[in-house]
């Protein structure tokens, strides 16, 4: 699986994809953030910044592209037209959620306090939430449990 955009969003889906078996290789077109640099590394997981290969990246079977990677873009318009398939970061998630609930909270910063003021009323459900801060968006995950 080729993600495309080494921010937060593609380096989380890379170790996600990468946990379930699939083969990842992550390709930004600027320089990554030392901490993702280091995490992609760590994880074994193959990466490219500072420009794409394309020929690479249009041999793949399906493309996450990272939410702040316009659909104008080149790259993406070619992936588009050899029929790849492409998917969010979302998208990737709900494949593995299983039997978990998912509530997903999206819009500017302020709505972290919106989903722990939300949370806060169930304390039974503390332990089973994880509130992820993803660029512009917040996630908050149930777990099992």
Avoid at 26 to 33: H, N, P, Q, R, T
Avoid at 77 to 96: D, F, N, Q, T, W
Avoid at 121 to 144: D, E, M, Q, Y
């Amino acid at each position: 699986m080729i993600i495309l955009g080494g921010g937060e969003s593609g380096v989380g889906a890379a170790l996600l994809a990468a946990q379930r078996g699939y083969d990842v290789f992550v390709s930004d077109g600027g320089a990554l953030k030392d901490e993702y640099r280091q995490t992609l590394t760590a994880n074994r997981i193959s990466f490219e910044e500072g420009g794409h290969t394309d020929d690479r990246i249009l041999d793949a079977a399906e493309v996450m592209k990272s939410p702040g990677i316009p659909e104008k873009n080149e790259l993406v318009k070619k992936i588009r037209a050899k029929g790849i398939p492409v998917i969010s970061e979302i998208e990737l998630a709900y494949r593995y959620k299983g039997d978990s609930r998912v509530i997903g909270i999206t819009g500017s910063n302020r709505n972290t306090s919106s989903a722990r003021s939300r949370l806060a009323a169930n304390p039974s459900a503390k332990s089973r939430v994880r509130v992820n801060r993803c660029g512009w968006k917040i996630t908050v995950h149930f777990l099992p449990g």
